[in-house]
Nanobody, 120 residues
Framework: VQLQACGGGLVQAGGFLRLSCAAA????????MVWFRQAPGKEREFVGS????????DLADSVKGRFTISRDIAKNTVYLQMNNLKPEDTAVYYC??????????????WGKGTLVTVSS
C-alpha cells in the first residue's frame, strides 16, 4: 500500500493550497481517509476525515470554514483544500487510510507527509 501526499509548499497568510493524496495497492473505495498534521515540537493532530463513500466528513474546529476534505474514487485520491491559511497551519500534513474518525489508531496506512509553511 502506498499513499503519496503532495501539494505542500510556502504560502503567505491568507493564501491557499490544495493537498492531494493518491492511494495505490488498496481498494480505495472501502477506506475512510484522513488528514493529520504535525507542527515542530507538537503532537500529531487531527485535521479532517472523510468516510469511504464520501458522504460523511469531519473537520477539526481549528480549520472549519477554511478547509474542505473531499475524495475522487475514480482517481483513488483524497484532497484537502486549504483556504485563508494562517501561520499556525504550518506543519507536515499526513494522509492515512483506515476507518472513519479522529483517532490515530483507526488508520492502518500512512503516507510520508507534505510540508506546508505559512508565512506571516
Amino acid at each position: 500500500v502506498q499513499l503519496q501526499a503532495c501539494g505542500g509548499g510556502l504560502v503567505q497568510a491568507g493564501g491557499f493550497l490544495r493537498l492531494s493524496c493518491a492511494a495505490a495497492g488498496l481498494t480505495f473505495s472501502r477506506y475512510g481517509m484522513v488528514w493529520f498534521r504535525q507542527a515542530p515540537g507538537k503532537e500529531r493532530e487531527f485535521v479532517g476525515s472523510i468516510s469511504w463513500s464520501g458522504s460523511n466528513t469531519d473537520l477539526a474546529d481549528s480549520v472549519k470554514g477554511r478547509f474542505t476534505i473531499s475524495r475522487d474514487i475514480a482517481k483513488n485520491t483524497v484532497y484537502l483544500q486549504m483556504n485563508n491559511l494562517k501561520p499556525e497551519d504550518t506543519a507536515v500534513y499526513y494522509c492515512a487510510a483506515g476507518n472513519y474518525g479522529r483517532d490515530l489508531g483507526l488508520y492502518d496506512y500512512w503516507g510520508k507527509g507534505t510540508l506546508v509553511t505559512v508565512s506571516s
